[in-house]
């Protein structure tokens, strides 16, 4: 039988002031386990014994005797007392293998469809700054009622029941989904039950949801061409033929599509605000889509990312608000109509696939968060939203207006800038002959955000525009930008001028 080691044996260094006797004991007793003054194999001295010559209790002693021994260093054999393991855990730290074989760089790849499904993504950089001119996606933050959201989540977060913090439901918090399907209703015209909304992470994923959803691999689908590339990502991810289809003042043209893929499984359109070129789908157009849809028992993807603000003319219902055949996807998004970092979007989807879409929406991340949901449906149903939207489309006309003159004053004989109808963004026309990539590309240098228009070419558009936001940025910061935009297409560059003194 091996030899108890007694405490003196040991030379355990006293425990410092106020340090906790349970793990002074466990560590001091680790660290002779592990440099060898209590031998593997050895016999632990006793509870008893080390209580006594520490002046220990025995709870103490026990405690530390219970780390070590779920840890792994100390064993308990049956009647016969505690020794210490012939294994200590460190041991597999070390590694004998890791020792013998050098860790090599790992192989392992991405799979041919995650290689696919990523290439060409452009990963968004964080809003660092607000208000640079001419981000396209971004709303009006500097004018989001940052205290009334406040007040109105306070309230909500007070009296939310316990419930709210467990698990949520798969399509959104209901009271929400009501709130969406009542607005949806009375401002765009979209048929709905609440039963048939889904809350999504932003616009974005209920594109790639739908994608998922409906699209096998090789299934042709149409896609305005020049398009969002998003949903184009989306789309390719799912293993979908993109057929990019030509867009003229009055949207996607059906006539060509047909020709070019008649049993397409869906089609892709943005018809209230044609992205990135403006424009409306002609009442034409809308029959002509939906009949090719119902005949060919295909699908439509509506994504009415930024609806709401028209400038002119009288709005149009959605194309969903047409559909008897129930083959339309309705794309909608708060992150436009309040702000970015909400990420909060909806889908409202035919009745007879809404269970498959909630089982779908489960498996990318079970529900979306509720508490945020809660503070957005109490900020709907309170008219705070319907009030904002109203507020925001003056704001974002008024904008729009500088923007054009300032362009008119500053750029008329290099730029056309478009009055948009509606929408974040319009489209300037070059005039002189400057190909869009190499503006754009002089215009980043000098801090601008901007798009060119052929970055969102598949193989029709034109490489003669740029893509300019006019929503997110002021007065001021539009005119500073538009006089960059100048000297850059003058071939100048000026760092006064530059945006980046603008932060
Ligand atoms: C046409 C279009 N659809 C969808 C989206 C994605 O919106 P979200 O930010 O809500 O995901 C955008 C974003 O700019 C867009 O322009």
Request: charged share 20%.
């Amino acid at each position: 039988m091996a030899k108890a080691e007694t405490f003196q044996d040991l030379s355990l260094t006293p425990a410092g002031e106020g340090q906790e006797l349970r793990s002074w004991l466990y560590s001091e007793l680790r660290t002779a386990i592990l440099d060898g003054r209590l031998r593997r194999g050895a016999r632990m001295p006793s509870t008893r014994s080390l209580a006594k010559q520490y002046s220990l209790s025995r709870g103490t002693v026990t405690a530390a005797f219970d780390s070590l021994h779920n840890e792994g260093y100390i064993a308990a054999l049956v009647g016969s007392g505690t020794y210490v393991a012939f294994e200590l855990p460190d041991d597999s730290l070390a590694g004998p293998t890791a020792a013998v074989t050098p860790a090599q760089p790992s192989r392992a790849a991405l799979s041919t469809r995650g290689n696919a499904a990523i290439g060409g993504v452009r990963l968004l950089p964080p809003s660092h700054s607000l208000g640079r001119a001419f981000r396209p996606y971004e709303p009006a933050i500097d004018l989001f009622p940052v205290a009334l959201w406040s007040r109105v989540a306070g309230r909500v977060l007070r009296k939310a029941p316990r419930s709210l913090y467990g698990q949520g439901d798969a399509c959104g918090y209901l009271p929400l989904r009501k709130a969406i399907a009542e607005y949806v209703g009375a401002a765009r015209g979209v048929h709905c039950e609440p039963g048939q909304v889904i809350v999504t992470s932003g616009a974005q994923q209920a594109l790639d949801l739908a994608a998922r959803m409906l699209m096998d691999p090789g299934d042709a689908v149409w896609m305005e061409d020049p398009g969002y590339p998003g949903a184009i990502f989306a789309l390719r991810a799912a293993g979908a033929q993109i057929i990019p289809i030509g867009v003229d003042e009055e949207g996607l043209d059906v006539q060509e599509a047909r020709r070019e893929a008649p049993r397409a499984k869906l089609a892709y359109v943005t018809p209230a605000n044609q992205f990135p070129l403006g424009g409306t789908m002609s009442p034409a157009r809308r029959w002509a889509l939906l009949d090719w849809a119902s005949h060919q028992n295909a699908w439509i993807i509506e994504d009415e990312y930024d609806a709401e603000y028209r400038y002119s003319g009288r709005p149009i219902p959605a194309l969903q608000s047409l559909d008897r055949s129930g083959c339309v996807i309705y794309v909608g998004t708060f992150t436009k109509m309040l702000f970015n970092s909400l990420r909060l979007g909806f889908m409202v989807v035919p009745e007879r696939v809404a269970g498959a879409f909630a089982a779908s929406r489960t498996i990318l991340d079970r529900h979306p968060p509720t508490l945020d949901q809660a503070i957005l449906a109490e900020f709907i149903l309170d008219g705070h939203f319907g009030h904002h939207v109203r507020r925001m489309r003056q704001t974002y006309g008024r904008r729009m207006k500088v923007l054009t003159e300032a362009a008119g004053l500053r750029l008329g004989g290099k730029l056309n800038v478009e009055e948009a109808d509606s929408g974040m963004r319009t489209v300037a026309w070059i005039k002189t002959g400057q190909k869009d990539r190499s503006v754009a590309e002089r215009a980043r240098s000098q801090g601008l955000e901007l798009a060119a228009l052929s970055e969102f070419r598949l193989t029709h558009a034109r490489e003669d525009a740029l893509i300019l936001g006019f929503a997110g940025c002021t007065g001021a910061e539009l005119r500073r930008g538009v006089d960059v935009l100048a000297h850059v297409m003058d071939g100048e560059s000026e760092p006064q001028a530059r945006v980046m003194a603008m932060e």
